[in-house]
């Protein structure tokens, strides 16, 4: 294989020629012929015996050329990039061949190209750090959410309150006949949980143990085709009325629910576990404002390339984690009322922005003279592995130390970027 013209394009691309001489090309065809001709039927001939230079004569001497070169393809683009030293993201593309009269084949590829960065200010960057600041409310919010573990369930004779779990007995009827899956009997219903149909926990508020009564529900338009927009009517007989009885908020059950004697001393310890919480959230939020607008601040061409695969792996990582839950990527977007185009096209922008920051990233460590030693790669595989309780030597099998080591780099640049950043408690909309 003899590479020619092997030119950096001014469209971000690489382009370059590989030359095949007429007996490997020959070859790839002959190749072509033997794998296609079981499928080829020609009149007086049995099925799959069929000469080839019959075939090429009814089809065209070209008729396996495609195939032959979707074989040889592979070879002949690594070859031009092994003469090259520029980089290239995606997938290479084949712009045009030519077969000469000896039957040598030329195939011109053209690549993307790494993009060429020009990086701004990404030291001293002014972002909005939120202050920590803890209410009463939010400390009263994490005591009730304690009350509610705690909390008995007790039989009332009472009518049904909003917040109290109504035991039913229930049938669905449209025009008087009774529909599928319209039927339950002795159903736990929290009212106010919005677990049923709109209008339906509403009108069994009120009721008591013992009573029946019809209700009137118009199905939502976007409901099952055969009941959308459907008027029906339920009987409901409640059987009965339960409601959580929450336990005091006092010394006993601090002691009940912590570590602490005093109901003060546990609201100080959620306080104090708020204040945490909400402090690693800010600085969270911070160095990620403060990279963003690093990134802002670069001037980059973002090959397509990029963008797309990096779609493809989000496409990739929602179908895997629909696989877990037992359903196929497709049915997930099916409920989402989207096809998987609308779905691309809505992962692109934030796709685009990841892309951008891994440039950044990538282009600051480099300026940085940042470099990850074997010491720093061994303590990533231990933390990971004491996180995953995996052996390290088997979590080594499935992470290469270049994945480990490019998360690393990356990481570490991004703290260049968050130690050098200014904390402002103006955000920047209320800045200007």
Not at 192 to 205: K, L, R, W
Not at 265 to 283: C, F, H, P, V, W
């Amino acid at each position: 294989m003899v590479v020619k013209n092997l030119e950096k394009k001014e469209n971000g691309k690489l382009g370059f020629q590989v030359e095949i001489d007429a007996a490997a090309f020959e070859k790839a065809v002959n190749g072509a012929y033997l794998k296609a001709k079981k499928s080829i039927y020609v009149p007086g001939f049995r099925k799959g015996k069929a000469p080839r230079m019959v075939i090429e004569g009814m089809y065209g001497a070209d008729v396996f050329y495609e195939d032959a070169i979707e074989e040889l393809a592979p070879a002949a683009f690594e070859s031009g990039i092994a003469e090259s030293d520029a980089r290239t993201v995606g997938h290479p593309a084949i712009v045009n061949y030519n077969v000469d009269e000896s039957k040598n084949l030329s195939i011109e590829f053209e690549i993307a190209l790494y993009p060429e960065v020009k990086l701004g200010e990404y030291k001293g960057l002014e972002a909005y750090k939120a202050p920590v600041e803890v209410s009463e409310e939010e400390i009263a919010a994490e005591l009730a959410k304690e009350q509610k573990k705690g909390a008995r369930i007790v039989t009332v004779e009472r009518e049904a309150a909003e917040g109290d779990t109504a035991n039913i007995d229930f049938e669905g009827f449209k025009d008087g006949v009774a529909f599928e899956g319209g039927k339950g009997e002795g159903f736990d219903l929290t009212l106010g949980s919005g677990s049923f149909v709109p209008g339906f926990e509403e009108q069994v508020v009120g009721m008591k143990a013992g009573e029946e009564k019809d209700i009137d529900i118009t199905f939502p338009e976007d409901y099952t085709p055969e009941l959308a927009g459907a008027a029906v009517v339920f009987h409901v007989k409640c059987n009965e009325v339960k409601e959580n009885v929450l336990p005091e908020l006092d010394d006993e059950f601090a002691k009940d629910v912590s570590e602490f004697d005093t109901l003060e001393e546990y609201k100080a310890s959620l306080k104090a576990e708020i204040e945490s919480r909400k402090s690693e959230g800010a600085e969270k939020d911070f160095k990620a404002a403060a990279l963003q607008k690093a990134v802002d601040n670069m001037e980059v061409e973002v090959p397509d390339a990029m963008v797309d695969e990096q779609v493809d792996r989000v496409c990739e990582d929602y179908a895997r984690n629909c696989a877990m839950q037992g359903f196929e990527f497709g049915q997930y977007l099916g409920m989402m009322g989207m096809d998987e185009n609308t779905f691309r096209a809505m992962m692109r922008p934030s796709a685009a922005n990841e892309v951008r920051t891994q440039i950044f990233l990538e282009a600051c460590a480099e300026a940085e003279g940042i470099v990850v030693s074997e010491e720093d790669i061994e303590k990533e595989y231990t933390i990971a592995a004491e996180a995953y309780s995996m052996d390290v030597e088997e979590l080594k099998k499935s992470i290469s130390t270049e994945i480990i080591a490019r998360d690393l780099k990356m990481r570490k640049a991004a703290d260049v970027v968050a130690e050098a950043a200014v904390a402002t408690d103006v955000k920047a909309e209320d800045a200007e």
